[in-house]
Nanobody, 127 residues
Framework: VQLQASGGGSVQVEGSLRLSCTAPGGAFSGNAMGWFRQAPGREREFVSVITWSGTSTYYSDSVKGRFTISRASAKNTVSLQMNSLKPEDTAVYYC?????????????????????WGQGTLVTVSS
């Protein structure tokens, strides 16, 4: 599945950005969508994911309370509203899609649970 992410850019500390990701070609029933990120010199880390129905969301501790993930009614578009941004949020953000399962639900933070990755969009937060 080809995922198309947009919305990255540069912002000052405490600013906001909104990322969007679209999976053209279908609603992809039963697939969760979300975001990982990778900062320079660091491993890729889980940020947030939302189920296909939109009823369940997951966040890393580092973004909980500041980021909000949502899914459009058409199901093939997911957005990440990022508020109160910090310099440590600077990273390339990757949109992901993964098939929901018992294994996935217990390991949402693992990159191996996601079969499709977007090209990445850079977010830079400066003080």
């Amino acid at each position: 599945v080809q995922l198309q992410a947009s919305g990255g850019g540069s912002v000052q500390v405490e600013g906001s950005l909104r990322l969007s990701c679209t999976a053209p070609g279908g609603a992809f029933s039963g697939n969760a969508m979300g975001w990982f990120r990778q900062a320079p010199g660091r491993e890729r880390e889980f940020v947030s994911v939302i189920t296909w129905s939109g009823t369940s969301t997951y966040y890393s501790d580092s973004v909980k309370g500041r980021f909000t993930i949502s899914r459009a009614s058409a199901k093939n578009t997911v957005s990440l509203q990022m508020n109160s941004l910090k310099p440590e949020d600077t990273a390339v953000y990757y949109c992901v899609m993964g098939r929901q399962s018992y294994s996935w639900a217990n390991n949402v933070q693992l990159p191996t649970q996601y079969h499709s990755w977007g090209q990445g969009t850079l977010v830079t937060v400066s003080s």
